[in-house]
């Protein structure tokens, strides 16, 4: 019952999730917030220079679980500048992208070997991250697409959707 009672729940947070979009800081459940400010404090570290951090969007549907984590998100570098004494999480009055700054992608994940991994990278630069973010225990593989499923079945293969 205690199982079906949080699968119940799960459903509900993703279905007002969907409704809402994945952009909005404040509407996201606080376990997601949790791992978001922890790319946000990383990103803030090490990017950025003298002007803050901010969230922009959850860029894949977030998985939680007993197993582990995976939340990617992207991130800009705004116009304020950062205030020790406001911290590095999200602060609302700072939603203009300062110009001409690359994307921010922060993946927060769980490694194989249990250690959590906050790895912050410009857009431009995941691709050559891949090795790093490779090593987190729950791949993420996207949602499901009807040309991965094979012909005749419901059961689903990874890989080329498109292959013959």
């Not at 090795?131 to 094979?150: F, Q, W």
Request: net charge positive; hydrophobic share 35%; with cysteine.
């Amino acid at each position: 019952m205690c199982a079906a009672l949080k699968l119940l729940l799960f459903s509900a947070v993703i279905l007002q999730l969907s409704a809402q979009g994945w952009n909005n800081y404040r509407s996201l459940p606080e376990d997601y917030r949790t791992h978001i400010d922890k790319a946000l404090l990383s990103a803030n570290k090490k990017m950025g220079g003298p002007y803050h951090v901010a969230f922009e969007k959850v860029l894949f549907t977030p998985t939680l679980s007993e197993d582990g984590l995976y939340v990617n998100v992207r991130l800009f570098v705004t116009t304020c500048k950062k205030n020790h004494q406001k911290g590095f999480g999200h602060r609302d009055e700072c939603v203009a992208q300062k110009p001409k700054t690359p994307w921010i992608n922060c993946l927060v994940c769980t490694r194989g070997n249990g250690e959590e991994l906050i790895d912050c990278a410009k857009q431009a630069e995941v691709d050559s991250r891949r090795t790093i973010r490779d090593e987190c225990s729950v791949y993420h593989h996207g949602p499901g697409m009807a040309l991965s499923l094979k012909a005749g079945t419901d059961e689903q293969t990874f890989g080329c959707s498109g292959c013959v």
